[in-house]
């Protein structure tokens, strides 16, 4: 089962959040087809939220196909994220821990960690470049057309 935590003083909205957090469980495979999402009541009484506020995550996660509500039962996953090489046990993970081990014993604290990750992050995956501005054609004047009052 996840737990969700929220950080209320990140700037991102409490639904994105708990809506991240279920994607990062099913990238992780901690969270597979056919699990229980917490209703919307176990997650207010664990983190103390608006009850829509977890239904609107739930809604997002419906809308991307990750999950699936069942009426009277709750929300189910309904597909996977997960890659063998991200498994808590691949060597991808236990190479990356000692990392962030290392990284820790340099000195480094949680937000350098993240803001080192995420530049090596932003190096290796580039994002694209972003559509030129749209630029509306100009309306071209009509051509005048000689009209016979003209002649007069």
Do not use: C
């Amino acid at each position: 089962m996840i737990a969700f935590r929220i950080d209320r003083r990140s700037g991102v909205a409490t639904y994105l959040q708990l809506a991240h957090q279920v994607r990062q469980a099913l990238r992780l495979g901690v969270l597979e087809p056919g699990d229980r999402l917490p209703t919307a009541k176990e997650v207010v009484e664990a983190i103390a939220v608006n009850p829509n506020t977890v239904l609107r995550a739930y809604r997002e996660l419906e809308r991307e196909g990750l999950v699936e509500p069942r009426p009277g039962q709750g929300t189910f996953v309904r597909r996977s994220l997960a890659q063998p090489a991200a498994a808590a046990d691949s060597p991808l993970r236990a190479e990356a821990a000692a990392w962030v081990g290392r990284a820790r014993a340099a000195g480094l604290e949680r937000e350098d960690v993240a803001a080192l990750a995420a530049s090596v992050l932003d190096d290796a995956f580039p994002l694209p470049d972003p559509p030129p501005p749209f630029i509306p054609a100009q309306k071209q004047k009509p051509e005048h057309t000689h009209t016979q009052e003209e002649d007069t």
